[in-house]
């Protein structure tokens, strides 16, 4: 479904991630870990084509309405006086179109989406309102309404209670069972060893990737410490092949 080829993606010319290569396959569900800083949103970012490439090359293949972004939290403005209806409705836009009315059997996949997600008789409250927990559960009913093919969440557990935590999770595996691929984010080696199969440990670079058992080893994560502890943030700045090119989608 994606394939890295020496992916390198640069801010102000110092490396976020170095030479990355690997494929996450179609079916996958794949947790992404590594510290703080090491190129985890990056990664998710270069995916959905947000980022220009400093080196390398991302084949995605699938159309880019199929694909579904969940940012972290802390990136979302709050403040814009939108209801929970109308947040989840946005996920219809590829079915919709900008000029197209909201059909009944539109509006009953929104409908049908927040009850899903335990938030029925929330659909007028604005998205001001809610916990992070109940704004969670409002971005997730949104991503369930797109019915993707391709699903990139960036710490979607994230300061989440357990319950929500549990509730969430349970729509991940739903998404996996339908044939998605799904690359989350995460930081909870817990979380990923009970629920992701695959994993992708960075630090910048590539530490490793494959199945989750083979990657959370000892060794891998010491390794994944020491990288870390040599990051300079003022080092030379990184020369690549200046091709730039693009992410590249059937």
């Not at 990136?75 to 006086?81: G, L």
């Not at 670079?205 to 502890?229: C, F, H, I, M, N």
């Amino acid at each position: 479904m994606v394939t890295l080829d020496n992916l390198t993606v640069s801010y102000r010319q110092h490396p976020a991630l170095h030479h990355i290569s690997g494929q996450f396959a179609a079916g996958s569900l794949t947790a992404v870990m590594g510290p703080n800083g090491s190129g985890k949103s990056t990664l998710l970012k270069s995916i959905m084509g947000m980022l220009r490439l400093a080196g390398g090359r991302i084949t995605v293949n699938v159309a880019r309405e199929r694909i579904a972004y969940l940012p972290q939290l802390t990136d979302i403005d709050r403040s814009f006086p939108m209801s929970v209806h109308d947040c989840v409705l946005m996920g219809c836009w590829s079915a919709a179109g900008p000029w197209r009315r909201v059909t009944s059997a539109l509006s009953k996949r929104v409908l049908d989406a927040i009850d899903g997600v335990g938030l029925s008789g929330f659909e007028k409250r604005t998205v001001g309102s809610l916990s992070s927990g109940q704004l969670q559960r409002v971005l997730f009913a949104r991503l369930l309404v797109q019915e993707s093919d391709l699903i990139l969440l960036d710490e979607p557990f994230n300061a989440m209670d357990s319950r929500t935590t549990t509730a969430l999770l349970a729509l991940v595996r739903q998404w996996h069972q339908q044939g998605c691929v799904v690359i989350a984010v995460l930081h909870d080696d817990t979380l990923v060893r009970k629920h992701f199969p695959q994993t992708v440990l960075l630090a910048r670079e590539l530490v490793a990737w494959g199945k989750t058992s083979d990657v959370l080893t000892e060794p891998y994560l010491q390794r994944t410490r020491t990288l870390a502890e040599a990051w300079d943030d003022h080092a030379d700045i990184c020369h690549t092949d200046e091709i730039f090119p693009t992410r590249h989608a059937a």
